[in-house]
């Protein structure tokens, strides 16, 4: 058990600080953006004090996007040959076959993804906390907060309250993302590409945001995700052969 804990802790020490540092980053300018609308923004739409106003207003949703792709890329060349970390030639010396250790990094992966969705659902709660500074009317309404969640696409697919469906498909994207970033740099080692990590993620991108209601649209985005989950699934089956023990 020792060897398998000692893969997973090379996958943490390898991509925890990065995913800080890109949630971080995405963070602070995505409440520079906010700051900025609210401070001079009464050129364009007049001040927006509604948290869903002011998401809408500025770049907020494209600057999650980019961060999105930054994280995905990341924890898809982390364990590549490539990679500065080497962490592929330190795969290679540990005792433990490579196919287990794509299961330690698929589940390093999904933490990373879930630390960043966190990130970004703090970030909006921010938000919120600078519409109540910049209008102090914000905070009669408390409701006004659930009330953005619910109307605004992004905010609703980051918290998807009671709708079951949205919760589903976050969750699939979230196991399939990782299993596939992990399983590219698997294949890269090998000299060779998987298209997996790239179509969920462009369909993450264009799909994510998604108003209340939008059944068709998460059955949609679950099948994807399952899809290419077990087509990742296949295809370490189909790799090399382990010569390290499990």
Known sequence: ????????????????????????????????????????????????????????????????????????????????????????????????????????????????????????????????????WADPSVAAFPQTLLIAFYRNGYLHALLPLREVSLWVRNLSLLAALALCCAAFSYHQRRGHNRLEPLVLMLFTLFYFSQPAGSLDSDLVLILVALAAGVFSLFSLRGGATDDASS
């Open 1 to 132: 058990m020792k060897k398998h804990l000692s893969v997973f802790a090379l996958a943490v020490r390898g991509t925890l600080y990065k995913v800080l540092a890109i949630c971080a980053a995405a963070a602070l300018l995505q409440l520079g953006l906010c700051v900025f609308f609210l401070k001079w923004g009464t050129a364009w739409e007049g001040i927006p004090t509604l948290l869903e106003q002011l998401i809408d207003l500025t770049f907020y949703g494209v600057v999650a996007k980019i961060a999105f792709i930054a994280v995905c890329a990341m924890l898809c060349v982390f364990s590549c040959d490539h990679s500065p970390s080497r962490s592929g030639y330190t795969l290679r010396r540990l005792q433990i076959g490579e196919r287990t250790a794509v299961f330690w990094f698929a589940v390093c992966n999904a933490g990373m993804l879930a630390l960043f969705w966190a990130s970004q659902l703090a970030t909006a709660l921010a938000v919120y906390l600078l519409c109540r």
